[in-house]
């Protein structure tokens, strides 16, 4: 296929699109990633698109969101490892909300093997992938459906949700940065992602290295209130996602990265009544003057150098998740 050739069938997958991720592209038009890198610099250059973490948006500084079928075809084994690793977060006899999104639906089905487990969801899908679960109790919220991505939003489900609480909300969304925390492009999505928010002890973010410093119209969970992020290692030459990530890190939100296989570990308990989000967000433990943050463990070979402010090497905290590898990174 020639260059030219190349490049319009990438403007239109965009354009079709909205974002699409660069080994996507590769898949596609059947090169390798470093040709597609080099025609997506082209044709950002020419402005009919612009280049992001991994992959390709539409031009003009939003990220629009793409439709439910776009999506579930984008990032799919990013989204698996992900789902894999945030499972472990999830203990028998819990009580978790789990928002809209291909990812969560990924985390749902694999929550379908805990027993006990109560999930409550605005999204068709994640129920529909917990519908056989016989030992899991599925409560859907109320309100209007959105067709474009099979989620219920409005009113409805917003004051369904007061006077909730669990321990942990699980959400997905279309952007995260470090200066504005998750957002989507919808406005009504947004307002149950809040609420949502506001029925959990603790915030987990679940979002592929792509939507990195993307940012869109609507925040949904800022910084301070993400207790931790569950995302896939991005590449060394992604310096941009991997500074986001360092900055997220900075700000305290805990870091799991999903990478190669590993026995699974226990889940972590509940978080105590009133601790987590009602205590104000993200906790932060400062170093004593003149003391290092302990390093455990370290970075895979040719992995991201996640670095904090207190000294040199890599920070963070690394445990072993279920089919991947946990790095919690937050301040101490």
Do not use: W
């Amino acid at each position: 296929m020639f260059a030219a050739e190349r490049r319009q069938l990438i403007l239109e997958m965009v354009r079709a699109n909205g974002a699409v991720s660069l080994r996507e592209l590769a898949r596609v038009v059947q090169t390798s990633e470093v040709t597609v890198r080099r025609d997506v610099r082209a044709l950002e250059a020419e402005g009919l698109l612009d280049r992001r973490h991994g992959g390709a948006v539409l031009p003009g500084g939003f990220t629009r969101e793409s439709g439910f079928p776009q999506k579930s075809h984008l990032a799919t084994a990013e989204k698996t490892a992900i789902a894999d690793l945030a499972a472990g977060l999830v203990g028998e006899g819990e009580a978790v909300v789990v928002g809209a999104g291909t990812t969560t639906q990924e985390l749902a089905r694999r929550l379908a093997r805990v027993p006990g487990l109560t999930v409550v969801t605005n999204s068709l899908l994640v129920a529909q992938a917990l519908a056989h679960a016989n030992r899991v109790e599925v409560v859907m919220t109320g309100g209007t459906l959105r067709g474009s991505n099979y989620a219920l939003v409005g009113s409805g489900a917003e004051q369904s949700l007061q006077g909730l609480r669990v321990s942990r909300a699980f959400l997905s969304g279309t952007g995260l940065t470090a200066e504005r925390g998750l957002s989507t492009s919808n406005m009504l999505s947004a307002s149950v992602d809040r609420a949502l928010v506001q029925a959990a002890a603790e915030v987990v973010v679940l979002a592929d290295h792509t939507k990195l410093g993307s940012d869109t119209m609507f925040q949904t969970v800022p910084t301070d209130l993400i207790t931790r992020m569950v995302t896939d290692e991005p590449p060394a030459h992604e310096e941009r996602a991997v500074g986001e990530l360092q900055a997220l890190a900075d700000q305290g939100v805990q870091i799991s990265l999903a990478g190669s296989h590993q026995p699974p570990a226990e889940a972590p308990p509940p978080p105590a009544a009133g601790g987590g989000r009602a205590s104000g967000g993200v906790r932060r433990e400062a170093p004593l003057p003149g003391q290092r943050r302990t390093v455990h463990g370290a970075p895979p070979p040719g992995g991201p150098q996640l670095r904090g402010s207190a000294g040199p090497g890599p920070l963070g905290e690394q445990q072993l998740g279920e089919r991947g590898r946990m790095a919690d990174l937050r301040r101490r």
